[in-house]
């Protein structure tokens, strides 16, 4: 009897493993086509699916800004040692330098006049490609990046210094020629890979903004240089470069998820596609997001997304933060760069001795006074040391212009640099 109960045991449980083995099949070959079709789609766009599909043709050495930013990271490295004290110092961090911090600013610039000058050829240059390793796997790529991301942020304060040194000895023009500059380097850095990248050249801007700011309320400044403030911030589509950023961001999660590859193993496979599909999905609402307005999109909620059957989703789940941290940053970003065209027309009427009173007597296109956050019009807020113009920012709430504390997103007045003439 007990033979018979084993005999049909063991025949019983063959078969449920038979079955067992049979529906993983299929939902192997099912997941594993459903993966292929995503991928062909975003191949079919042109679109990159690993790391290695994002490297491009050669571009000339002469053409290269990364290769002058590569030249100078030695000095640039140097210069921030120098400056280490500096950092720490009470003015420097409370943003009121006297004439003993901008002359050594000022002083450090002279040491390394070589850093000086490739930088200007690197801003100069008609192309950037950092010319990373794309067959390096997804950790190496990524330490790999972020060196050439510090040399970036290293460049963007050697400029900074260097309009406070001009602004200091009564040059304007020329400490608003280095904030365009700032603002150059920012697109140069746009053609760094994944959102980390984006997210440096996000923060040249911001500092191409605070110098900008600093410049045009310090006093009179040429037409010429206004206008040239004016050309370059209208060549920035930062819509377009957070789209390009999720691209290569994708490529790289990818890539991360090639080299985990937990689907090597049979009976995984279809949920670890499935993770992957998930991953896919996501990636694709978000871009299909960044065409549209903010204030629409914070509106509509986030998109529903069907999420399958996997203990992987989480991977894909991961990323969303980071994506959404890198939207919202963009459009910090958008709304300071409109707050600064802004300021400019503002200053250029007052220069001209004609007193603003609101964006109607500035005469600029409705699409550069739009606050992001809410599609409304941007605020101004006069004061006795000048204009406050900022968004509502993130709570969607006029909180006054409290831009100092971010309670609201823009530029007010900005303590005096101390003149060393």
Known sequence: MLKKILKWTGIVLGGLIAVLLIANAVFVWRSSAALEKR????????????????????????????????????????????????????????????PAEVKTLEDVLEAYPQAVSLLEQAVAASDYDPEP???????????????????????????????????????????????????????HCDKQPMLVGYLVAIAVRGVGVETANRVLRSGPVATAARDALDAELARHDLSE???QALISERALGLTAFRDQNLGRFWPARGFWNNAVIYYLDMMESQLALASQPYHKVLQAGPPAISKPVSPWTVLADLVLPAVGAARQATERCRATMR???????????EQQGVEATGLGDLKLPEQQTIDPFTGKPLLMKELPE?????????????????????????????PPLSSLE
Request: neutral net charge.
């Open 39 to 98: 991928l062909q789609a975003v191949r079919d766009e042109g679109r990159p699916v690993r790391l290695a599909d994002l490297a491009r043709a050669p571009t000339p050495p002469e053409q290269n800004a990364a290769v002058y930013l590569r030249r100078a990271r030695q000095d640039l490295t140097a210069i921030g040692k120098d400056l280490s004290a500096f950092y720490e110092s009470e003015a420097y961090k409370k943003d009121r330098l006297g």
């Open 339 to 349: 707050c600064l065209g802004i300021l400019n027309a503002a200053t250029r009427l």
């Open 241 to 243: 470069s957070y789209r």
């Open 386 to 414: 000048g204009w406050v113009v900022y968004s509502v920012g993130m709570d969607l709430k006029d909180d006054g212009g409290q831009v100092d504390d971010l309670a609201d997103f823009g530029l007010g007045p900005v």
């Open 133 to 187: 390793d794309y067959s390096l796997s997804f950790n190496a790529f990524v330490s790999a990046s972020i060196d050439d991301l510090g040399n970036l942020r290293a460049a963007a304060r050697l400029l900074n210094y260097r309009a406070m040194v001009l602004l200091a000895h009564g040059k304007r023009d020329e400490a608003l020629g280095r904030a365009v500059d700032l603002f150059r380097l920012a697109r």
